[in-house]
Nanobody, 119 residues
Framework: QVQLVESGGGSVQAGGSLRLSCAVSGYSACLGWFRQAPGKEREEITRFDFGDKITYAESVKGRFTISRDNAKNTLYLQMDSLKLEDTATYYC????????????????WGQGTQVTVSS
């Protein structure tokens, strides 16, 4: 079972930047970031798939960057040009199984870190 712990959330003004970190208890080829705003469903914003393929949601493409440091078992999310609508709780996640067919099995979640963007 993979354990994930996010950090780095906080309050920032629109146009600013934040970097989130996620400490992962073990190696997983597939890792991703999701977010959930109040009253909305949790949405995927970016992830690593098998073979280090990266995908981004259209809403964050060009502003957010996912990266990882395998030596430190840490996943990062660099968020630039933040907008009011980026306010949400951000979660990192990993699947039970990661293969060329995608994420399968149970999805493991961190506890989340709050990001608040103000005008």
């Amino acid at each position: 079972q993979v354990q994930l712990v996010e950090s780095g959330g906080g309050s920032v003004q629109a146009g600013g930047s934040l970097r989130l970190s996620c400490a992962v208890s073990g190696y997983s080829a597939c890792l991703g970031w999701f977010r959930q705003a109040p009253g909305k469903e949790r949405e995927e914003i970016t992830r690593f798939d098998f073979g280090d393929k990266i995908t981004y949601a259209e809403s964050v493409k060009g502003r957010f960057t996912i990266s990882r440091d395998n030596a430190k078992n840490t996943l990062y999310l660099q968020m630039d040009s933040l907008k009011l609508e980026d306010t949400a709780t951000y979660y990192c996640a990993a699947p039970q199984f990661c293969s060329i067919t995608g994420w399968t099995g149970t999805t493991y979640w961190g506890q989340g870190t709050q990001v608040t963007v103000s005008s």
